[in-house]
């Protein structure tokens, strides 16, 4: 490993920019990831510059054009707020019904730390007066018991990473000597917007062999063990599902400490985005003879994939054709995503699917999230602690 920092990658540098414009503050990021306060202010001021070169007098707003500009943004922001509480609010609407509006009642307040009561009210069709004179009523012995559970169910959703559905969070109380009904508690979590995570069902393919290119021997046998840094990387592709269209991502791994030392996100599954992450790897940590094992896509087979590993000292190794198992630990790195990230939430566009891969890999998975392989620490602790005590 080198005592100096190598270079942020354009793509990292780029995505703190937008944070930071999108009103990130600049000291909050450099707690949150690796680059400065004032090396982040110094790549705004870069991209200021670089767009205020390119701008034209026909580029600039007037007085009215911004004014208009602000009242549509409040728009936006409103209609988010709106699209949001629905979405929680989930099959809980209902007209005209007493029980109904009672679980919008518990629901709003369940969420008034998040939502606004008015708002909560007006959108989901209640009155905010009724809210008012429910939360002023002496709760009844089965709503106090309902109360009870539900603050059982939320430490059992909380414990699980909010990952847990309805019936984990059963088997779970269950599991503990509590007998309550499978039915209650999905009511329950309902009514809360407690919700789980679930596979993605189906998928798209990101793997095309190329029959005509001559794959690179396994030199890996499914043995994802490495004694020290850049001995062994593992390498693959995903999609990442957006309104508009699919978001690929490739990533590369060390295998050594779990660790993502290289990524690249595109719109296409052409050999620049498999090369963009390698370059983003070998650039952050120059490795000397390091082995790079992936499977038989086309972008790996590639003779500009196979001609930049060897400039940089990087032995190709394939697994076999389908096998997801000979390369499971990137596998294992696309199930933490889904789970973790892609099952719970839904991009409007590929920019803001973009910035939250980009968030979820440099600003959680490598710096804060715990493995049980590694002893749980993160890798970037794990690396450190490694390299501070050989």
Not at 68 to 85: G, K, M, P
Not at 209 to 220: G, T
Not at 355 to 370: C, D, K, Q, W
Request: with cysteine; charged share 25%; net charge positive.
């Amino acid at each position: 490993m080198p005592h100096t920092r190598p270079p942020y990658a354009p793509e990292f540098r780029r995505q703190m920019v937008e944070l930071v414009r999108a009103g990130r503050d600049p000291a909050d990021l450099a707690r949150e990831f690796e680059p400065s306060a004032q090396a982040i202010r110094n790549w705004v001021a870069q991209a200021d510059r670089g767009e205020s070169r390119g701008a034209s007098k026909s580029d600039v707003l007037t007085l009215a054009e911004r004014e208009e500009l602000a009242r549509l943004r409040r728009e936006v922001r409103q209609l988010r707020l709106e699209r949001d509480i629905l979405s929680k609010a989930g099959g809980l609407v209902r007209t005209g019904e007493r029980r109904g509006a009672v679980g919008l009642f518990q629901f709003m307040s369940a969420n008034q730390a998040v939502f606004p009561i008015a708002t909560m009210a007006r959108v989901l069709g209640v009155s905010e007066a009724g809210y008012h004179a429910w939360r002023q009523r002496a709760p009844s012995v089965r709503a106090v018991a309902d109360a009870a559970l539900l603050k059982q169910i939320r430490i059992a959703h909380a414990g699980s990473g909010e990952i847990y559905g309805a019936p984990r969070v059963h088997a779970t109380l269950a599991a503990q000597g509590a007998r309550h009904g499978r039915k209650r508690i999905a009511r329950l979590m309902r009514e809360a917007g407690l919700v789980g995570v679930s596979r993605r069902r189906g998928g798209v393919v990101t793997t095309r062999r190329d029959r005509e290119a001559r794959p690179a021997p396994d030199l890996v046998d499914r043995n994802f063990s490495a004694e020290a840094p850049n001995q062994l990387w593992v390498g693959d592709i995903t999609f990442v599902p957006t309104s508009a269209s699919f978001l690929y991502l490739a990533v590369v791994v060390d295998a050594w400490s779990r660790r993502v030392v290289g990524w690249s996100m595109a719109s296409h599954l052409r050999t620049e985005l498999v090369l963009d992450a390698l370059e983003m790897a070998i650039t952050q940590r120059r490795p000397r003879d390091v082995i790079h094992h992936s499977d038989q896509g086309s972008q790996y087979t590639s003779l500009a994939f196979g001609g930049r590993g060897r400039e940089a000292g990087v032995r190709p190794s394939m697994g076999s054709v389908g096998d997801a198992y000979d390369n499971a630990m990137c596998e294992s790195f696309f199930a933490t995503l889904e789970c973790e990230l892609l099952d719970r939430r839904r991009f409007a566009s590929q920019a803001q699917a973009r910035m939250a891969v980009f968030t979820f890999i440099e600003g959680f998975y490598n710096p804060v999230r715990l493995h049980s392989a590694l002893g749980y620490r993160s890798p970037i602790r794990y690396e450190q602690e490694m390299l501070a005590n050989p």
